[in-house]
């Protein structure tokens, strides 16, 4: 079966932009989580959508957020870009209680 | 932070060799799960032991938990060049719904 699908693969933005960016979990998962990953801050929770609710989020700014649709895809957005923004940013989706995640390739986001 | 830490940082060992890498983390846990990341990939899930298991194989891989310690290991047997990666574990706390909580992962180089 299909793997969890990020798009797109890479991007730069200008700091003071907006982006956003889409992830459709594996068939039948209905948990999709992101995460940013930053060789100074390692692997930082962002939030968990299930069933198009927000069931968790990390430490992040407002600047964050996300959505989860009727089909389960997944879409995460950042306003107001910053140069510490920059940074791999992984989708991964799972059965409503784990146990286990599979990951999207991410999404290379580069602020300049 | 409920981040985990990973020791050694990095490690790098010749073919056939065995590699052991170890987890700590710092609240109690459900389950502890193992991942490796290829530079700049998406992680791929490993193994998962839960918290009432003591040890746990998988192919060339052994995993030990003591939740006395909160640490885990990870021992990967007769290693070969394609294991070249990041590993890293991650934690899924009692009270954490689906939010797992990533070491700081350990940097394996295999020479051939």
């Known amino acids: 079966k299909a793997g969890v699908t990020q798009t797109p693969r890479y991007l730069i933005k200008t700091r003071g932009q907006q982006v956003t960016l889409s992830c459709s979990p594996i068939s039948g998962h209905r948990s999709v989580s992101w995460y940013q990953q930053t060789p100074g801050q390692g692997l930082q929770f962002l939030f968990e959508y299930f069933s198009e609710t927000q069931r968790n989020k990390g430490n992040f700014p407002g600047r964050f957020s996300g959505r989860q649709f009727s089909n389960s895809r997944s879409e995460m957005n950042v306003s107001t870009l910053e140069l510490g923004d920059s940074a791999l940013y992984l989708c991964a989706s799972s059965q409503p209680e784990g146990p286990s995640y599979t990951f999207g390739s991410g999404t290379r986001l580069t602020v300049v | 932070s409920q981040q985990g830490e990973e020791d050694p940082q990095a490690l790098s060992i010749q073919e056939g060799e065995n590699a052991t890498m170890n987890c700590s983390y710092k609240?109690?846990?459900?389950?502890l799960q193992w991942y490796r990341q290829n530079s700049g990939r998406g992680l791929v899930h490993l193994i998962l032991i839960r918290s009432n298991e003591r040890e746990k194989h998988s192919g060339r891989l052994r995993v030990t938990l003591d939740t006395s310690k909160k640490s885990s290991s990870l021992l990967i047997t007769a290693s070969r060049a394609a294991d070249t990666a990041s590993y890293f574990c991650a934690t899924v706390a009692l009270d954490g719904g689906n939010q797992f909580y990533f070491g700081t992962g350990t940097s394996l180089t295999v020479i051939p």
């Open positions: 609240t109690s846990i459900n389950n």
